[in-house]
Structure formats: C-alpha cells, structure tokens
C-alpha cells in the first residue's frame, strides 16, 4: 500500500484470527513492529511462518477480557518498546439466529465480553500510554450489524452497537490531544469459517480480510489525519 510504518510499535488484539491474520500481515509489510495477541498457539506458529519480516512480529497469548492481563499486556510493550503507536482491536465472535426471547443470557454475556469488553479494557489501558506520549491511533472492529439490526442477532447486534458508542465518545474525549480513534463496520467477511457456517453464500460478495485490512492501514496512516471518531463502514458488494 506504499504507507512507511517503519518503527511503528503496533498491537492487534486478536492477531491470528480470520480478520487479525490479514491485518498483522499488512502491518509487517510496511515495516512496523507488530505485537499481534492470540489464544491459540498453533494459528501464532503459521502467522509466524507466513510472515514478511517475522523478525518484527511478536506474539502474546492474552485474554484481552482479563483486565490484569491487557494491564500487564500494555505495560510490557511500553516497556520493552518505549511507545505503542497504533492498537487495532480484531477481538470478536458471532452469536445468533433465534429470537431475543429464546436467546440464553449467557450468550448476551459472552458477545458483550467478547465484542464491547475487548476494546473497553484495551482502550483504558492504551490511551494513557498514548497520552503520555502525545499521539497514537486506535481502531476497533464492530459491525455492519452495530447500524443494521437483523432478527435474530439481538446479543451481537447490541454488542457492536455498544462498542461502536464507546469509541464515538472516546472520540469526543481525546478531541485536540493528538490522538485518533475509530471504529470499522465490516459486513460478512469471506474467512474459512463464515464459508463454512453459510455454504451456499455468494462468497464473491463478501469483503477480503485483506482489503478490510487496507482500509485499517490507511486510517493508522498519516493520511487519514483529518479522520476521527469515524465508523468506517466495509460493507462489501453485497
């Protein structure tokens, strides 16, 4: 994409996954340093061995819904990196398909946990680093479904709309002190597991983790400077 990241400390929160791969790929491209976050050791492996520049690529194996851990997370890159420059947060999951009334509150929990916590922890934790330091860049992953909600989808659809509030008054709070935030609306993205979970979709449709990860590359970018608290959306052809 022709941006310089060269020294860039970036972390992406869920590093390894279907989205996160693509996104901790694109950074190293550019040159940044990397910490990308994972729970399953084997996906770190394969993003390490996938890698361009994997010398720059760090993995931690970190529940960002812990908030001692994402403390203990954030204090060590500072510390080892003296900066964090960007922090995309790709931490998620889907729930759905029954109705509010026949969904198990647990579900509720695990989306809110997973889609809102994520970026709250992540984001309390990041922003005094940054502040301290005088600028950085902060993007999280919602939802088409946080401006679009479906039957059936009531958990999910809540969480992301909740996550995609948190960062529009992040947004409001950080206005003139040089850092910038936003959030990013993908709709379906065309990963191994969506194809698997709705085989008779039009793949096709759907938008690439890699052209989702552009746009995340554009808004960490110099570029983007006039961009904040903005909801991106990446919706796809569909």
Known sequence: MNIDLANKV??????????????????????????????NSSEFDALKQAATLAQNLEGAQVD?????????????????????????????????????????????????????RSGLLLAHSAIPSMLRQGSGIFINIASKAAVDHAAGASAY????????????SLAADLKGTGIRVNSVLPSIIDTQANR????????????????????????????????HGASIPVYGKS
């Open 10 to 39: 970036v972390l992406v929160a869920g590093g390894t996954g279907g989205l996160g791969r693509s996104v901790s790929m694109a950074f190293l491209a550019e040159g940044a340093k990397v910490v990308a976050t994972y729970r």
């Open 64 to 116: 960002v819904t812990d908030s001692s851990a994402v403390i203990s997370l954030i204090g060590d890159i500072v510390k080892q990196h003296g900066q964090l420059d960007v922090l995309v947060n790709c931490v998620g999951s889907y729930a759905g398909g029954v109705s509010l009334w026949e969904t198990d509150l647990k579900v509720f929990d695990q989306q809110f946990n997973l889609n809102f």
């Open 157 to 168: 659809a809540s969480s992301k709309a909740a996550a995609v509030a948190l960062i529009d």
């Open 196 to 227: 698997s979970a709705m085989s008779s979709a039009k793949f096709d449709q759907w938008s690439k983790p890699e052209q989702i990860a552009d746009v995340i590359l554009f808004l960490a970018s110099d570029r983007a400077s006039l961009i």
